[in-house]
């Protein structure tokens, strides 16, 4: 979109949506960095820290909110105006999903620190990189309206859902070798999936991207390949040693 | 996997007859071209929109469609308007014939200074549709009730045309178009000249008339020719840049410059 | 009498005061409304009107007339008998007043032998008397109306013989030398039937001509070049315009002289431009609109020309026509060119008899060396006026009754 509106409000309008979008990505990007940190270091005051700061997410989706609908019904926006509008309505509300994850890592953080350090952290770690990077790839193609940044991370989720299956195992594993680990592992487990879902929310951020820059959906399925959904752990080995 | 495209509002599930065919059409004034090389068709029983800037020949193109044209000495239109398969500037077709079949309605409503009931009986009587009384009066009545009009001016047939509100005054020029039992009803902007609720209801009006009528409407809001429209042709300067469903055009046109217009980036 | 009854009588001396003995005003008013009138006791003897007694009407034409009426006019004075005196008297009678008598018995001979009372005009000269026109200080030979003339005519007035009345001769009779006999409607009837040729020639020539440059005409060099004409043509002197008729209608084509319809054909050349302007600015101020209402219709050109531009313009054009008219109708230049100056006594039939028209009669008077003309003049200069002005009057009250808002 090169050429301007001649309404120049217009234009001001569209750009101040992208602020919106731009902080409350800014946002759930420290959230969930600081939340897998919290997670790591087992700083309970940094997963405090999270959980309170929630709300300015929550705050910047209902900002999002209006904004769209006032755009809606003064501008009557056609075409590839119509689809920036409807891309950040929905792209907020996969920003406040995410932030709502990082916020469940951090309360779930809490709750494991109370016990022994246990845990698969390195994988965790590994995991909690990959995803802050689309996250971050994701926004900037979402700014730059670039549908092929998009693409690329669309295909980096096939690496988060390979983590995420191994991560699984792992975590079998431990509960079966020790059974007092069992509820910071159980509660490791669902922060694997917290994370997992965060990655899954960054593909449908890109694509949206790709709607808005095209026009339509991309039409080629995504590489899945998390397993997790299929995975069974065989117990008779522990049980025949 | 398959895509399944959910109907846009408005469409036709299947493709409805061409009504006006025209091919490589060039219109001239003097020395000036408004209109280059223009291959367009209209469809039966829909409404197809012309959009686009001011002096980009939609309405040029429209007076063509009925040699209105004709009337101004400079004026020259070469390339070829079929009706129904048949060149409406070949020496076979009568031009007043031709526009018994293909009305028009004007941007500016403009009722004859008589009666009403004169105003609607004036097509009918001098095309030789209707001779006796009681056959001009049913048509009468017909039309009115057909433009949404009857029931307001019932009582009152022998008052003058001029008297009524601009609104209504248009629903009686329709009327008045529609009385001659034409094919097709080409409209010029029709309710530039109205206030929202008369335009309303003449857009109300055309939805109804396009299941016995082929309409073709010149506006210039965009919204109402997406409002109104099947089928949208977008001019510029003398172009036909895009036409096609109104539906894509208004969400996902081919061409830039469309999309440039109807997003209001130049006018 | 009453209050009011001696107000109202002052006021009539008031109005009445001021004009008689003032010629100036006399000639301005144009007076002569009002006519001084005999009304004689005439024995028809039928010796001296048809001795043979066969009442042959050549016979009755031919008889002694103005014996019968001095006679009786002799009969009020009886002491009159020097030869002199006798002319003296008789010259108070108009010489009208035989040929009306004669008309009387030659359309009723069963008249001849009575004794019947017969309204005459008296001489124009007493009329001015009456007026206080003559000039009493003139030596008494020198005037039109000497001292003894005078005295007769006081001496009828109290009996009772001569009265003011009504001048209807004025407004039925056409024109003559004497004074007392003149009357417009010789001119008037020239004057109708002039203007009717005109109308019937310029009207429908003229609107059709807007017609077709307005509607019709292609837009070029040689409708460009008949527009600056015709608007050329409205200026042209209208004496032009009399020459031609003399050269084209009456040398070339033969045409009778001095007839209306001569008369007319030229009038109608002078109006047609007047009548082709305005009409074009009527056929102008149809808005477009309108005619592409009809066209998109399918109405032809015809249709759309006849039934909605043309009734609509229609105002203007007859607005545009009746001035026309009345400049046509005040015109003499043109007229005198082509001979309707000559003297005519008949009132025209038709429009191949000789005629006049209203402005030629004021002319002709004008010239006329009696005293009694110039007032003559003057009302027929007023009768004109009252014609343009009713005819103005009516392209008024018309174009406020078609006034139309779009």
């Known amino acids: ?241 | 996997m398959t895509t399944v495209t959910p109907p846009t509002p408005g469409a036709t599930t299947e493709p409805r007859r061409v009504k006006y065919s025209t091919k490589n059409v060039d219109v001239f004034y003097g020395a000036k071209q408004a209109l280059f090389d223009v291959s367009l068709d209209i469809h039966e029983y829909e409404v197809t929109a012309l959009i686009g800037p001011s002096g980009c020949g939609k309405s040029t193109y429209l007076r063509s469609l009925n040699r209105m044209n004709d009337t101004i000495d400079i004026c020259r239109v070469t390339g070829s308007i079929e009706l129904d398969g048949i060149d409406v500037y070949s020496d076979e077709i009568d031009v007043v014939h031709l526009r018994a079949r293909v009305g028009m309605v004007f941007q500016k409503p403009n009722p004859f200074p008589k009666t009403i009931f004169e105003n609607v009986a004036y097509g009918p009587r001098i095309h030789g549709i209707a001779t006796s009384k009681s056959e001009i009066d049913a048509i009468v009545e017909d039309s009115l009730t057909k433009a949404g009009l009857w029931k307001e001016v019932k009582d009152r047939l022998d008052e003058a045309g001029t008297g009524l509100s601009g609104g209504q005054q248009q629903r009686l020029c329709i009327a008045r178009a529609i009385a001659v039992q034409p094919e097709v009803i080409l409209m010029d902007e029709p309710c530039s000249a109205l206030d929202p609720i008369a335009t309303a209801r003449i857009e109300e009006l055309i939805d109804e008339l396009r299941n016995n009528f082929s309409i073709v409407i010149v506006t210039h809001s965009m919204q109402q020719a997406a409002r109104v429209s099947q089928r949208t042709a977008f001019f510029h300067l003398g172009d036909l840049v895009e036409v096609g469903e109104t539906g894509k055009i208004f969400t996902t046109p081919d061409d830039q410059k469309t999309q440039d217009y109807i997003t209001g980036r130049f006018g | 009498m009453s209050n009011t009854e001696s107000n109202h009588i002052r006021l009539v001396n008031a109005i009445y005061e001021p004009i008689r003995g003032n010629t100036t005003l006399l000639e301005a008013w144009g007076f002569y409304l009002f006519n001084q009138e005999f009304e004689l006791e005439i024995e028809l003897s039928e010796d001296v009107i048809d001795p043979s007694g066969t009442r042959d009407p050549a016979t009755l034409a031919r008889a002694n007339y103005r014996k019968v009426v001095f006679d009786a006019l002799l009969a009020e004075f009886p002491d009159v008998k020097s030869r002199g005196d006798k002319r003296k008297l008789r010259s108070m009678l108009s010489r009208g007043a035989s040929f009306q008598v004669q008309k009387l018995v030659v359309d009723d001979p069963g008249l001849i032998g009575q004794r019947i009372n017969v309204v005459v005009p008296v001489s124009s000269d007493f009329d001015l008397y009456e007026k206080g026109v003559i000039n009493k200080d003139v030596a008494d030979a020198d005037r039109r109306v000497s001292d003894q003339q005078m005295i007769w005519h006081d001496t009828l007035k109290e009996r009772g013989r001569i009265t003011t009345s009504f001048n209807t001769t004025f407004f039925t009779s056409a024109d003559s030398r004497e004074p007392e006999l003149a009357g417009i409607w010789g001119a008037v009837s020239g004057s109708f039937f002039t203007m009717i040729v005109t109308l019937l020639l310029s009207f429908p020539i003229g609107v059709a001509a807007a017609v077709y440059l307005e509607e019709f005409a292609p837009k070029n060099r040689i409708t460009q070049i008949i527009e600056v004409n015709i608007n050329n043509l409205a200026a042209v002197p209208s004496i032009v315009y009399g020459l031609l008729g003399l050269a084209v209608f009456i040398n070339f084509f033969g045409l009778p002289r001095s007839v209306p319809l001569v008369g007319g054909m030229v009038l109608a050349l002078m109006t047609l431009p007047t009548i082709i302007i305005a009409s074009r600015a009527a056929l102008k101020a149809v808005p477009p609109s309108i005619r592409e209402a009809a066209l998109g219709l399918g109405a032809s050109r015809m249709q759309v020309v006849s039934h909605h531009v043309l009734p609509l313009a229609m105002p203007g054009i007859l607005t545009g026509t009746i001035i026309g008219m009345a400049q046509a109708l005040g015109e003499t230049a043109p007229l005198l060119m082509i001979g309707m100056v000559a003297f005519i006594v008949d009132i025209p039939g038709g429009i191949t008899d000789p005629a006049t028209v209203l402005p030629v009669q004021v002319y002709l008077w004008a010239d006329s060396p009696e005293r009694a003309f110039v007032a003559r003049t003057s009302a027929a200069i007023m009768v004109l006026l009252a014609f343009l002005i009713v005819m103005n009057a009516l392209a008024v009250l018309l174009r406020k009754k078609f006034e139309r808002r779009w």
């Open chain 1, 1 to 241: 979109m090169v050429t301007e509106h001649i309404v120049t409000k217009f234009d001001e309008d569209l750009n101040q949506l992208d602020n919106l979008i731009a902080e409350m990505g800014g946002h759930a990007e420290h959230q969930f960095a600081d939340s897998i940190k919290g997670l790591i270091r087992r700083d309970t005051e940094l997963a405090e820290k999270v959980i309170l700061n929630d709300k300015r997410i929550d705050a910047i989706e209902v900002a999002v909110d209006q904004h769209t609908i006032s755009m809606l019904a003064l501008r009557q926006p056609m075409a590839d105006d119509l689809r920036v509008v409807i891309t950040a309505l929905r792209i907020a509300s996969i920003i406040e999903r995410i932030g709502d994850y990082s916020k469940n890592i951090s309360k779930r953080t809490v709750a494991i620190t109370q016990s022994a350090p246990v845990g698969p952290a390195r994988t965790i770690s590994r995991m909690g990189d990959v995803v802050q990077g689309m996250i971050n790839t994701v926004l900037d193609a979402y700014l730059q309206r670039n549908a092929d940044l998009a693409e690329d991370v669309r295909q980096r989720d096939e690496e988060v859902d390979a983590l995420h299956t191994s991560l699984f195992r792992e975590l079998l594993t431990y509960m079966m070798e020790d059974p007092r680990s069992i509820s910071a592992c159980t509660h490791l487990l669902f922060v694997a999936k917290n994370i997992e879902r965060i990655g899954d929310h960054a593909t449908n951020i890109a694509e949206n991207v790709y709607f808005l820059v095209h026009g339509k959906m991309p039409d080629e399925t995504r590489p899945k390949d998390d397993q997790s959904s299929y995975t069974m752990i065989d117990d008779s080995d522990k049980n025949n040693n």
